[in-house]
């Protein structure tokens, strides 16, 4: 679903990402959700725990894909508001993401300064790290480092 946009190394890429998520994350880590159409998924999303010093609950949302037949209608937007709806009742303070400024920000995401939230690995595109406070308008510095599953947790994500 991945490899028509993105290309197939790339698409590969992300569909280890998820497999990996998927066998090595423990469940009470990870949440996932997918758009059907007619019983086949079009759409999926991840989200898992970013751990800090401090006690903040944090997931981090990565990856997500749209069927390319099903993209530009606004379905991905409507999975990743639904995921943080979720995350929100579930108690989730903080909700971070890694990519395209234009189009996280069309579901709440704004850029983050690594002064402010420090990324699990190096940035090599510090304008994509993203975030949004599920408790208050602004997201306030945390200090220390972050630290993401084992499966995010590789410099090829970053």
């Not at 028509?4 to 469940?27: C, H, K, P, R, V």
């Not at 725990?49 to 894909?65: D, G, K, N, Q, Y």
């Not at 920000?105 to 690995?121: D, I, R, W, Y």
């Not at 790290?129 to 408790?135: A, D, P, R, Y």
Request: aromatic letters at 12%; a negative charge; glycine letters at 10%.
């Amino acid at each position: 679903m991945f490899t028509d946009l993105e290309g197939q190394a790339e698409g590969i890429l992300i569909g280890n990402l998820a497999s990996e998520l998927i066998t090595e994350t423990d469940e009470k880590d990870l949440y996932g959700f997918v758009a059907v159409d007619n019983g086949k998924i079009i759409a999926c999303i991840f989200f898992s725990r970013l751990t800090f010093e401090s006690s903040i609950c944090a997931f981090i949302l990565s990856p997500v894909a749209v069927h390319t037949d099903y993209q530009g209608k606004g379905i991905g937007q409507k999975l990743i508001n639904y995921g943080i709806k979720r995350l929100t009742d579930e108690g989730v303070e903080l909700v971070m993401t890694y990519g395209n400024p234009n189009y996280y920000s069309k579901t709440g995401f704004n850029p983050v300064k690594e002064e402010t939230v420090k990324a699990p690995l190096q940035l090599t595109y510090p304008e994509g790290w993203l975030g949004q406070s599920l408790i208050s308008n602004s997201i306030e510095p945390i200090a220390g480092q972050s630290f993401c599953v084992k499966a995010l947790s590789k410099p090829e994500y970053w």
